[in-house]
């Protein structure tokens, strides 16, 4: 049998509009070599025959903000993704503390702040559940650490220790630390937290990576490399040595973290690692051209950089507009200074204030570097101001999207639009919106804080609600997106941002086969049932590396 393939049978979604009919596509050599008319195959080929049956062939996805070696790193240490209540996050620490005796300190994460009374889960649970040994777990969104009693006497913090700039410190009534600690707090840590080993890292990006290609996921972009930062290892030497074993099967943009308190010392620096990584690694597989900014925090905390202010329990005005972890005139400066030296901005800007600062530190870089081709993103945009959307496709800022977050869920309900102004969750992810400004899109998942699972994301951004969800779609339906818009941010659109719309995110010619298969077509199935779609193969460079597909030969079946 040649080395060929043909993929027949099924609808082709090329990377943007409707899937092309009664195609056939002929991959050769790692590559796509032809799509065409399924009638004009030649009936002598011998080559490897894959019939679709009716499923979806599609680019493989690529996930545009993603953490894959700290999720991974979850997976192996005291994971809590599946808990749906504080009892069964309390189970799941307390059987992994009775499984894991002679671990010193309880790492992992996974908690979700709707489980817990106004988010904040107190250290009398885990000192419990762990028979008082030390415990940090991350939140699902990674920006809070919920510590135990004796992590916190460890880190020496008492109640005399104040909140640092970037961060606050849930107190109880005498001031001690009740265990929950947003944002920059969870940086008090640091100094007794036990490093991650390298070979863990690597073993978590391994994890990882069967995790996501099971998914689809064939590229994605990692939004924190070059730092250690809220207990995720800096994953770059994980990634060098998957590139110098062969693990490595996916190719990886790596956004270089920004440290909030440091200069503009840091571009130097960015440039020399993303040079070297380039000498060393000329294969593409991995890249540092990319810059991660955090310009705020997240709503459910009060800590995303909002323009009004939050409201508080009895819904009047606090004074409390959230945080901007970068000065705007500094943001400004930054961000000029790495568009000029051609390194993409990756920013996480979640409040309609941060959107704004995002988008008037790209009007600097333009107004100082004229147009470039920057590629700039704004991750997460949870609430973006009316007249800062037409702003996006001026700037050429892409909006890089957290599709799955677009839905009415408690965490939303109960802990962020209770304490945000009336009329605020009409601006809830403003997806509809920004493509009707003709804003350019690109989609991730930002896992471990949720699924990374593309199809699920695509589902609530065409529907605005999850499967089965009681509740109207999020913002109205005009926020809406199509499922064609939908699917290319997660194919094109993120190849685009990724810097590898030459050779990803698309069906055509002389692309690498980096392919996934769908079934059922999404495009066939009411938009309340995209969720029922799965991935049922993943293909590299014309490998099958996920799933088992029978094949023949043209010859054999007929």
């Not at 991959?27 to 080929?45: H, K, N, T, Y």
């Not at 762990?130 to 109640?159: E, K």
Request: contains cysteine.
């Amino acid at each position: 049998m040649s080395g060929e393939i043909i993929f027949h049978g099924g609808p082709v979604f090329t990377g943007s509009g409707r899937p092309l009919e009664g195609r056939a596509v002929i991959v050769r050599d790692g590559r796509v070599a032809a799509v065409i008319p399924e009638d004009q195959l030649d009936p002598a080929s011998e080559a490897r025959l894959v019939d679709l049956r009716g499923a979806l062939l599609s680019p493989g996805f690529q996930d545009a903000h993603i953490h894959p070696v700290g999720g991974g790193i979850e997976l192996l240490q005291c994971n809590l993704t599946d808990a749906e209540s504080a009892q069964e996050c309390v189970d799941l620490i307390r059987a992994y503390a009775e499984a894991n005796p002679d671990e010193e300190w309880i790492l992992g994460g996974g908690w979700g702040m709707d489980h817990f009374a106004g988010g904040n889960p107190p250290r009398r649970l885990l000192d419990e559940a762990a028979g008082g040994r030390p415990v940090l777990l991350q939140s699902r969104d990674h920006h809070s650490t919920w510590a135990s009693t004796a992590a916190i006497d460890r880190a020496g913090v008492t109640a005399e220790t104040p909140d640092p700039a970037d961060g606050r410190i849930v107190r109880e009534a005498d001031g001690f630390p009740a265990g929950t600690f947003h944002e920059g707090a969870g940086d008090l840590f640091e100094h007794v937290r036990p490093d991650t080993s390298a070979e863990l890292a690597y073993q978590g990006l391994l994890r990882a990576q069967e995790e996501l290609i099971a998914l689809g996921i064939t590229g994605w972009q990692d939004a924190m490399v070059g730092a250690a930062v809220a207990g995720i290892a800096d994953p770059l030497a994980a990634y060098e040595r998957a590139l110098d074993e062969g693990t490595l099967e996916v190719h990886v943009v790596g956004a270089q973290w920004w440290v909030r308190d440091g200069g503009i010392e840091q571009v130097e620096r960015m440039l020399a690692r993303r040079a070297e990584i380039a000498r060393r690694h000329p294969d593409r597989r991995l890249d540092l051209g990319t810059t991660k900014i955090m310009v705020d925090g997240v709503a459910e905390n009060q800590t995303a950089a909002m323009l009004d202010p939050y409201r508080d329990e009895a819904g009047h005005d606090t004074c409390n507009h959230g945080l901007s972890f970068i000065a705007p005139a500094d943001l400004r400066c930054y961000v000029a200074a790495l568009d000029a030296a051609g390194q993409q901005v990756h920013m996480h800007a979640l409040g309609d204030r941060a959107v704004r600062e995002a988008l008037d530190a790209l009007q600097e870089a333009r107004d100082v570097n004229g147009s470039t081709d920057g590629r700039h993103h704004l991750a997460h945009i949870q609430v973006v101001a009316e007249q800062d959307v037409p702003r996006f496709a001026a700037l050429g800022a892409i909006a890089n999207i957290q599709a799955l977050w677009a839905t009415h869920e408690d965490q939303l309900d109960e802990l962020t639009l209770p304490f945000l102004q009336d009329g605020q969750d009409a601006r809830q992810y403003p997806f509809g919106d920004l493509a009707r400004a003709g804003a350019r899109f690109a989609a991730g998942s930002d896992w471990p804080v949720s699924t990374a699972d593309p199809i699920a994301a695509i589902h609530v951004a065409v529907n605005r609600a999850y499967p089965g969800s009681g509740r109207g779609p999020l913002g109205g339906v005009h926020q809406r997106l199509d499922l064609e818009t939908a699917l290319a941010a997660y194919t094109s659109g993120s190849a685009y941002v990724n810097r590898r719309e030459d050779d990803t995110g698309s069906v055509r010619e002389g692309c690498l086969a980096n392919l996934v298969v769908i079934d059922p077509n999404p495009f066939s199935v009411p938009a309340s049932e995209i969720h029922r779609s799965r991935v049922t193969s993943t293909w590299i460079e014309g490998r099958l590396v996920y799933g088992a597909v029978p094949a023949t030969t043209l010859k054999e079946s007929r």
